[in-house]
């Protein structure tokens, strides 16, 4: 089943906030294998994290990840504008050797 | 450069077949360790992963949805096909098809989607 993220986190420009992706030792637990996608509206996902922490050329830092037991976090500092959008973790599953994405999260910039 | 399209029906009817085809360049499926995933997003709801091809021809599916969905190579070396049968209402969705190399298990590229309608 999918992974478990909050609806919804939000935060004034400058600040950090943290999002959530819980599941279990079969996926987000057993594997360093979560990546995190951001997507504004209308438009298609963008990766900005995978394999826990790494980010892809051009992303920017101010996006990073972790993990701890079976919940992975994403973690974006110095809020900006443009980061309202919905982000998805995604992980590996152990069962029937398949991937799972999270609930989405949508963030908002107050 | 990598780029993705998908293409396909925008509307079927409940009991029909889908066939979506990824066409795609930048890149190799068959020498590259490449793999291409199908991804749907029903309208306003979370993301969901269909199934992925690898550059061995190796194919995986969703669980829940296994017995309906076929992944393959199409007839061009740069295409990729899902087939989806039974197509019911609450298969409307957009579907995207993202490349993922293998080993990152993550999709560092998208198309840009296609919307497909199921309705009589």
């Known amino acids: 089943s999918a992974l478990t993220q909050p609806a919804s986190v939000s935060g004034s420009p400058g600040q950090s906030i943290t999002i959530s992706c819980t599941g279990t030792?079969?996926?987000?637990?057993?594997?360093?294998?979560v990546s995190w996608y951001q997507q504004h509206p209308g438009r298609a996902p963008k990766l900005i994290i995978f394999e826990i922490t790494k980010r892809p050329s051009g992303v920017s830092d101010r996006f990073s990840g972790s993990k701890s037991g079976n919940t992975a976090s994403l973690t974006i500092s110095g809020l900006q504008a443009d980061d309202e959008a919905d982000y998805f973790c995604?992980?590996?599953?152990?069962?029937?050797?398949?991937?799972?994405f999270g609930t989405g999260t949508k963030v908002s910039v107050l | 450069q990598v780029t993705l399209r998908e293409s396909g029906p925008a509307l079927v009817k409940p009991t029909q077949t889908l066939t979506l085809t990824c066409t795609f360049s930048?890149?190799?499926?068959?020498?590259?360790?490449?793999?291409v995933s199908w991804i749907r997003q029903p309208p306003g709801k979370a993301l969901e992963w269909l199934a992925r091809l690898d550059w061995d021809d190796d194919t995986h599916y969703s669980t829940s949805l296994r017995t309906r969905l076929t992944i393959s190579k199409g007839t061009s070396k740069n295409q990729v096909v899902l087939t989806m049968t039974n197509m019911d209402p609450m298969d409307t969705a957009t579907y995207y098809c993202a490349r993922m190399p293998l080993g990152t298990y993550a999709h560092d590229s998208w198309g840009q989607g296609t919307l497909v309608t199921v309705s009589p």
């Open positions: 030792s079969t996926d987000v637990g057993g594997y360093n294998l």
């Open positions: 995604f992980s590996y599953t152990e069962i029937g050797t398949s991937f799972v």
């Open positions: 930048g890149f190799s499926l068959t020498t590259s360790q490449m793999c």
